[in-house]
């Protein structure tokens, strides 16, 4: 398991190991999008880690989550520069996550004058977290060619707000069946204009995404998620490996710091047929390749030395084990996850997870 120590390169950056944090959403963000002070803690509290990817992160108000926070105002760049400092105080490396929910949403998380929108108006049932509970989501509204305009410069916003908040890059969240992912996948994007139609069409919106950013960053600092086999959130497109084979040869081109693929989903298992068609398309990136889902200290190190990744991103290990690379290098007992304190609350479930000998 040595090589998850080695030190490595992603984009402008020579990481210490390849023990990455996942970006995870804990909804405990305050009145307005910024953070508690406890986010600082919790990021830094988990800075062993090569490079930490924070959380999905609203690019404007309408961008729903509840109590997710933000980088749309000074507000949200102030509180956020509390956690870059503590997070390079402690030598890592800080990407912010920018997000958008897409059709994942509902009405009581948008702002007045907002609708739930998405590239075409195709309901989803998959629940989502508002005030009160758990809650089918609002039926979307296609957005106009007018809103996606708008949507590219909010990300072009939220990528300058990220660089003057001290992050370290940004990366487009284009993964999990939120907006982006559903404009690049078949059976979510009907739409008959150019943001529709060939592969080439539904890639536009990430293209400008990513063009934007890459203006504002360089693409060595800026990465991309996917998640070409996930039917989270409803997605799943008919044609996975055209879809995808184009979207990753397109980013391919741009010389991004990285590409980070959620391979499986939490708490489930890929069919052999669906691996099939990941270790396909992983031959149309030959950039830094983040693996991640239900990767274990092993079956890491295995992905890396067999050269299908150059590190691993950790979700729930490094949420429930603040210093993950330590217990693998010792080989040590991991903490107990508390489902129950993912989302929401307070410090509990969030900066109290010990650490060993503590
Ligand atoms: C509590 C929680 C919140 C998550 N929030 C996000 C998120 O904000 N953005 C994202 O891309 N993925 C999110 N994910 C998915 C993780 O980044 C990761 O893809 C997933 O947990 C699989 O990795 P793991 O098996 O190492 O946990 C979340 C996962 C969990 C458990």
């Known amino acids: 398991m040595s090589i998850l120590f080695e030190p490595t390169q992603i984009g402008r950056y020579t990481v210490r190991n390849r023990i990455f944090m996942a970006p995870m959403s804990r909804y405990r963000a305050l009145e307005g999008g910024v953070n508690p002070k406890t986010t600082a803690e919790y990021y830094s509290q988990r800075a062993s880690a090569g490079l930490i990817m924070a959380e999905s992160t609203r690019i404007n108000d309408w961008s729903g989550g509840i109590n997710c926070p933000g980088i749309h105002t000074a507000e949200q760049v102030t509180s956020w520069k509390e956690t870059t400092e503590a997070v390079h105080e402690k030598g890592s490396v800080i990407f912010l996550q920018l997000w958008h929910a897409g059709r994942a949403s509902h009405e009581s998380l948008m702002p007045k004058g907002r609708d739930v929108v998405a590239p075409s108006a ?41 660089l003057k908040a001290g992050f370290d890059g940004v990366e487009i969240h284009a993964a999990g069946g939120f907006l982006i992912d559903t404009f690049l996948q078949e059976t979510t994007n009907k739409r008959n204009d150019q943001y529709g139609g060939s592969p080439e069409n539904r890639f536009r919106f990430l293209r400008e995404v990513v ?19 996930s039917q989270y959130n409803n997605v799943g497109d008919g044609n996975v490996l055209e879809t995808f084979k184009y979207t990753i040869s397109e980013l391919n081109n741009y010389g991004l710091a990285f590409l980070e693929v959620n391979e499986e989903m939490p708490f489930t298992q890929l069919p052999p047929e669906k ?6 398309l992983r031959g149309y990136w030959t950039g830094p390749y983040i693996g991640n889902g239900n990767y274990t200290a092993e079956t890491g190190a295995q992905r890396i030395n067999d050269n299908k990744a150059t590190a691993i991103t950790y979700g729930r290990f490094f949420l429930a084990n603040p210093d993950l690379p330590e217990r693998f290098r010792r080989n040590a007992e991991l903490n107990e996850l508390d489902v129950n304190t ?13 650490f060993l000998n503590s």
Do not use: C
Not at 136 to 162: F, K, M, V
Not at 211 to 225: L, M, P, Q, T
Not at 275 to 280: K, V
């Open 275 to 280: 691996r099939a068609i990941l270790d396909g």
């Open 211 to 229: 063009e934007d950013a890459i203006d504002i960053w360089g693409a060595d600092r800026v990465g991309v998620k996917l998640s070409p086999t």
């Open 342 to 354: 993912f989302y929401g609350g307070d410090h509990k479930g969030y900066t109290d997870y010990p």
């Open 122 to 162: 195709i309901p989803i049932q998959q629940e989502v977290m508002i005030e009160n509970g758990m809650a089918t989501p609002t039926p979307p509204r296609e957005l106009t060619l007018d809103e996606i305009a708008e949507l590219r410069a909010d990300y072009a916003h939220a990528s300058r707000n990220a």
